[in-house]
T-cell receptor, first 114, second 115 residues
Framework: AQTVTQSQPEMSVQEAETVTLSCTYD???????LFWYKQPPSRQMILVIR??????QNATENRFSVNFQKAAKSFSLKISDSQLGDAAMYFC???????????FGGGTRLMVKP | DAGVIQSPRHEVTEMGQEVTLRCKPI?????LFWYRQTMMRGLELLIY????????DSGMPEDRFSAKMPNASFSTLKIQPSEPRDSAVYFC?????????????FGPGTRLTVL
């Protein structure tokens, strides 16, 4: 079974600075998809960014980018120019090519200091 | 579109009572998912539907849990009888297709407290 691990329960960053959230996963598949979701205090889960494992190029979405290291099974999220609105729980998730199930990591709480 | 709608947002009930959580997916989405979020177990998939048909219910914890999707715009998750360990936030999500890269859109969740 696939597992997703987020080793940082909490992180903090100064406003306008850059922060990187870590995620590792375990799978025997070669083709799969990875996601980062944001959960603000409102509880709504919002997709931040996604990556296809067969693509070597790292995905970027404005201030959000990933560092995907397939061999190391690592998928970190970098947030540049952090804003107060970035404060939230961030979840890394995995989905294989065959199934519909999203497997989530335990989450990282990000605090942004003004 | 209003997004995925869940009701109620909060539910407090006593042990042994029946609880029904409701979800309206985004119009046109063929897939609907029910997740549960707890501190101990994180986010876990309970069941999902494709075109109103349950496809995988292996995540449903016990027979006390049941889910239905009578039509494309409505689904329920029922717990009968409820127990304190069922206290959690329950999310409904929908997606346009079942393709693995397709985004799942989540509702705001229902926070269930069983006393």
């Amino acid at each position: 079974a696939q597992t997703v691990t987020q080793s940082q329960p909490e992180m903090s960053v100064q406003e306008a600075e850059t922060v990187t959230l870590s995620c590792t996963y375990d799978t025997s598949e070669s083709d799969y998809y990875l996601f980062w979701y944001k959960q603000p205090p409102s509880r709504q889960m919002i997709l931040v960014i996604r990556q296809e494992a067969y693509k070597q190029q790292n995905a970027t979405e404005n201030r959000f980018s990933v560092n995907f290291q397939k061999a190391a099974k690592s998928f970190s999220l970098k947030i540049s120019d952090s804003q107060l609105g970035d404060a939230a729980m961030y979840f890394c998730a995995y989905r294989d090519n065959a199934g519909n199930m999203l497997t989530f990591g335990g989450g990282t709480r990000l605090m942004v200091k003004p | 579109d209003a997004g995925v709608i869940q009701s109620p947002r909060h539910e407090v009930t006593e042990m042994g009572q029946e609880v029904t959580l409701r979800c309206k997916p985004i119009s046109g989405h063929d897939y609907l998912f029910w997740y549960r979020q707890t501190m101990m177990r994180g986010l876990e998939l309970l069941i999902y539907f494709n075109n109103n048909v349950p496809i995988d219910d292996s995540g449903m914890p016990e027979d006390r849990f049941s889910a239905k999707m009578p039509n494309a715009s409505f689904s329920t998750l029922k717990i009968q009888p409820s127990e304190p360990r069922d206290s959690a936030v329950y999310f409904c999500a929908s997606s346009l297709t079942g393709l693995p890269f397709d985004e799942q859109f989540f509702g705001p969740g229902t926070r269930l407290t069983v006393l």
